[in-house]
């Protein structure tokens, strides 16, 4: 038991069965690809006025009536590190939804600037290249990935 409970610290994805299997504790999901240890360690404040002529690649990902619609901007640093930004885009008529679903965390996002909304019931991809809010540089990543989905 002790070499799994290594093993199971070792290599976060086999961690939850050794919970479930050794320990009789019940998980949330049945693997983990990341420690939560290791997500903790790389928490942080990305500040976006530092990040102004960095190096950038960008991953945009449609959503249109059920699903956010999720653009994220990585910017690489010379020590292997990364900084990303995200932004959300919700449409204004799923609010209420997602709200039930979150616990009313949705409309938190939506004051604090997390998550913005577009109006109707899709999401008006056309807002999306003027994301950048009054005030804000504007980041231009060097590449892009399109995940395009009707849901």
Known sequence: MRAEARQARQQPARENTFRRLYLNQWTQQHTRWLSLAAWDAAAGLVVEGQLVGRRCYGGLDLGSTQDLTALALDFPDD????????????????????????????????????????????VDHGAIPGAARPGRPRLRPRRGGLVARQS
């Open 79 to 122: 020590d292997g590190g990364h900084e990303v930004l995200w932004r959300f885009w919700l449409p204004e008529e799923r609010l209420q939804d997602l709200d039930r679903r979150t616990a009313g965390q949705a409309s938190v996002w939506v004051r604090q600037g997390y998550l913005m909304l577009t109006p109707g019931n899709v």
